[in-house]
């Protein structure tokens, strides 16, 4: 069975703390309440690709702890494909202190467990390698090293997307391109397409660099404005959702998850984002990174 998407990146038990602010250096703020929930970028994506109605699986690792039983059986519910998940028989499963506050706004803090310990000598290649499309995001540590070594076996049939998130752009682009020679999709938010770059400062600049390692398209997601999408062709600025904000947890992750459905539905990349940032509006009207993304229904909607 040949999959739509399998994603490829760290398991997580998010912990988030409604608390009345985010405290900074010396200042002290308090929590109002807590909420648990499956998390990890590439898993988010994905479980908002399964609602989409395509067919999903992951490669991750989890721990032999009630926290990856947890994990796993989340996906099930979700109807992805959990073939490809590594379960350690010694350490903890990851976790992610997040804290929110009133505003929407959060800060949070990793504990990888062994989602830092992936050996490409662990993945399946054949269950990997069977999809039409690969999702990469960050791990903390060497796992990276797993990834660029799948990349090494990819078909030129396999679409492969990436989002980098914070923890990957602060490498540096050169430890990056490896992977970023393999991406057909580089998804990226202002600020880390800003820190990839530095010093670079001219936005065109910006993207005709990372296209030059042979990316079709890259998407900067703007938040709240909205995002840029751009083929080296055709570039388009489309606006955000005007909704009531509650939780950003997850929204750029949502956002990936419509962006994807789109291009594999074979929609340009102007649709596709558009369907990007409607995933994202629904994602951040709840709290947590899948409790409000959407089902194809919903979607399918949106002229």
Avoid: W
């Avoid at 820190?195 to 998407?219: A, C, E, F, H, R």
């Avoid at 703007?222 to 005007?242: E, F, I, R």
């Amino acid at each position: 069975m040949t999959l739509d998407v399998i994603g490829f990146g760290a398991l997580n038990l998010d912990r988030l703390f409604q608390v009345n602010q985010i405290a900074c250096k010396d200042e002290e703020g308090y929590i109002e309440n807590l909420t648990e929930s499956c998390g990890g970028s590439a898993a988010n994506t994905i479980i908002g690709l399964s609602r989409l109605g395509l067919d999903t699986g992951v490669i991750g690792k989890i721990g032999s702890d009630m926290e990856g039983k947890t994990l796993r059986n989340n996906l099930s519910n979700e109807d992805v494909n959990t073939d490809g998940i590594i379960k350690s028989g010694e350490g903890r499963s990851g976790t992610v202190h997040g804290y929110v506050d009133r505003k929407g706004h959060r800060a949070l803090y990793v504990d990888p467990g062994v989602n830092d310990k992936i050996d490409i000598r662990e993945i399946n290649l054949e269950y990997a390698l069977n999809t039409k499309l690969l999702h990469l995001t960050s791990f903390v540590g060497e796992s990276i090293k797993a990834q660029e070594s799948l990349l090494e076996n990819i078909p030129d049939q396999v679409m492969v997307s990436l989002d980098p998130g914070m923890i990957y752009v602060t490498k540096g682009i050169k430890s990056l391109e490896k992977i970023l020679y393999k991406t057909d999709i580089l998804l990226i938010n202002q600020m880390e397409l800003d820190i990839l770059l530095s010093p670079l400062k001219d936005l065109d600049v910006k993207i005709n660099t990372i296209l030059n390692y042979g990316i079709k398209m890259l998407v900067m997601k703007q938040g709240k404005k909205g995002c840029l999408v751009t083929d080296g062709s055709k570039t388009h600025l489309l606006d955000a959702y005007k909704v009531d904000c509650h939780d950003t947890t997850g929204a750029g992750d949502a956002f990936n998850s419509g962006f994807i459905y789109g291009i594999l539905e074979g929609k340009n990349i102007k649709e596709s984002a558009m369907i990007g940032n409607f995933v994202a509006s629904c994602c951040v009207q709840e709290l947590g990174a899948t409790t409000g993304l959407p089902l194809k229904s919903a979607v399918d909607k949106i002229r």
